[in-house]
Structure formats: C-alpha cells, structure tokens
C-alpha cells in the first residue's frame, strides 16, 4: 500500500513539474497588451463606480471618464450596455483602440473591454 502512494505521489509531482516547465515560457514571453504590469497602460470600459482612477491614469481614460460617468449597473444588465457603448464610443473618437479581453480570469484584468491610448510619437 505505501508503495503505491509513493508512486503515485512520484507520478503527479513529475506530471505537475512538467506542466510548470511548458507553461513558464508562455508567461515569460506575453506579448500584447493584456500582460501583467499593464504595459499599455489600458483604462477599463465603461468605467465602474467602485473602482477609483489609477494614479497614473492617461488622460484618454480621464476625458472617457468626464464624458461617460462611471456606472454600478453589473455587466450583462440592460443599464451596462449604452454606458458601455458610450465608453467605446468616446475612446474610438479620442484616438484610442478598444481591446475585448476573451479571458476575463485575470484579477489583473477583470472588465471585458479597455480602451488603449494612442501611440504618441516623439518628435525627435
């Protein structure tokens, strides 16, 4: 009976440290936007009453915010909808790029919509 458990053991460590070594490279080479640390610096939409304003928040996200108020309804709900739509609205008219989150299990990245600023290209 023991050794049994130990080779079962054995088994789910080598299955569970050969997942951890297909799916390091996966995370250490995230491309695009929706990757930790923000690198696009994107603002959700619409944005939600009890989330506040990041600290560096562009000022894409801020006219958004001035022009749609943030909203409470719940994603889904029939009062989400124009206040999302809006959102979209105003940060495609601003310049911005709406980017659709497919994977919303990211605590990083909770809403299903963000709007990404412009480039902004440095004159040299």
């Known amino acids: ?3 049994l ?6 088994i789910m460590i080598a299955f569970s440290a050969g997942l951890s070594l297909i799916a390091a490279p996966v995370l250490a080479s995230c491309e695009g936007c929706l990757c930790p640390g923000d690198p ?20 894409i996200c801020a006219r958004i915010r001035a ?14 909808f124009p206040s999302l739509d809006q959102s979209i609205a105003v940060c495609v008219n601003e310049g911005g790029d709406v980017i659709r989150n497919r994977l919303r299990n990211n605590p990083e990245f909770p809403s299903r919509y963000y709007c990404k600023p412009p480039a902004v290209i440095k004159k040299q």
Do not use: H, I, W
């Not at 696009?40 to 939600?48: F, G, Y």
């Open 40 to 59: 696009c610096n994107l603002c959700p939409l619409p944005a939600m009453e009890n989330d506040p304003p990041k600290a560096n928040e562009p000022e």
């Open 67 to 80: 022009r749609v108020p943030p909203t409470s309804a719940q994603p889904g709900s029939n009062e989400y």
């Open 5 to 10: 458990f130990f080779f079962r053991a054995g």
């Open 1 to 3: 009976m023991p050794k």
